[in-house]
């Protein structure tokens, strides 16, 4: 099993920067692909970034340009660089483990990771 605990949400203004970080701990060898999700009340979770153990990276097509995913092995942990943010990427956001081998245009899908994180929640306001 994998555990996922994110943090560094927050409330800031359109424009403004966070850094959200998710530390993994358990069976984390077995990671073949990590990402982080967002979701809002009533709607379901949505790609925002993954990225692998060999470089292999791909974003959601709303984020590219402002947000970079990476990674510290070292450390087990996950990290996702918000910049510009805009009001609509207000949403609670969660990181996810995968131990599956899918390629990396399914890597934005949540059915492909089977651990996931409480969420922080980030707040963009106008």
């Known amino acids: 099993q994998v555990q996922l605990s994110e943090s560094g949400g927050g409330s800031v203004q359109a424009g403004g920067s966070l850094r959200l970080s998710c530390a993994a701990s358990?069976?984390?060898?077995?990671?073949?692909?990590m990402g982080w999700f967002r979701q809002v009340p009533g709607k379901g979770r949505e790609g925002v970034a993954s990225?692998?153990?060999?470089?292999?990276?791909t974003y959601a097509d709303s984020v590219k340009g402002r947000f970079t995913i990476s990674q510290d092995s070292a450390k087990n942990t996950l990290y996702l660089q918000m910049n510009s943010l805009k009001p609509e990427d207000t949403a609670m956001y969660l990181c996810?483990?995968?131990?599956?081998?899918?390629?990396?245009?399914?890597?934005?899908?949540?059915?492909?990771?089977?651990?996931w994180g409480q969420g922080t929640q980030v707040t963009v306001s106008s």
């Open positions: 996810a483990h995968s131990t599956a081998a899918w390629g990396l245009r399914f890597r934005l899908l949540p059915g492909t990771y089977l651990y």
């Open positions: 358990g069976n984390t060898d077995s990671s073949a692909y």
């Open positions: 990225i692998d153990n060999v470089g292999g990276i």
